[in-house]
């Protein structure tokens, strides 16, 4: 079992930026990849920004250029940092940890971008 507890969501006015942070307990050398997804009001979950067990990064268009993905394996925690926010970032954020067989999800956080 792992278990996700992000932090650092919040209102923003556009071409501000936040910083998410996600800390990993329990079976945490399971662990793979890590990353983090959004979903807005009816849209369906989308992956953002995605970090492998040797830090090799993928994102999503949208958001290259903008948007960093992090990872400390000594503490267990990844983070997404985000600038130049625009509206259309509005979604509720999660962070995910890939285990062989099975994906564990955080909680969420709300981002809100503000125009």
């Known amino acids: 079992q792992v278990q996700l507890v992000e932090s650092g969501g919040g209102l923003v006015q556009a071409g501000g930026s936040l910083r998410l942070s996600c800390a990993a307990s329990g079976s945490v050398f399971s662990i793979s990849a890590m990353g983090w997804y959004r979903q807005a009001p009816g849209k369906e979950r989308e992956l953002v920004a995605r970090?492998?067990?040797?830090?090799?990064?993928k994102y999503v268009d949208s958001v290259k250029g903008r948007f960093t993905i992090s990872r400390d394996n000594a503490k267990n925690t990844v983070d997404l940092q985000m600038n130049s926010l625009k509206p259309e970032d509005t979604a509720v954020y999660y962070c995910?940890?890939?285990?062989?067989?099975?994906?564990?999800w955080g909680q969420g956080t709300q981002v809100t971008v503000s125009s």
């Open positions: 995910a940890a890939e285990v062989v067989g099975h994906d564990y």
């Open positions: 970090i492998s067990s040797l830090s090799r990064t």
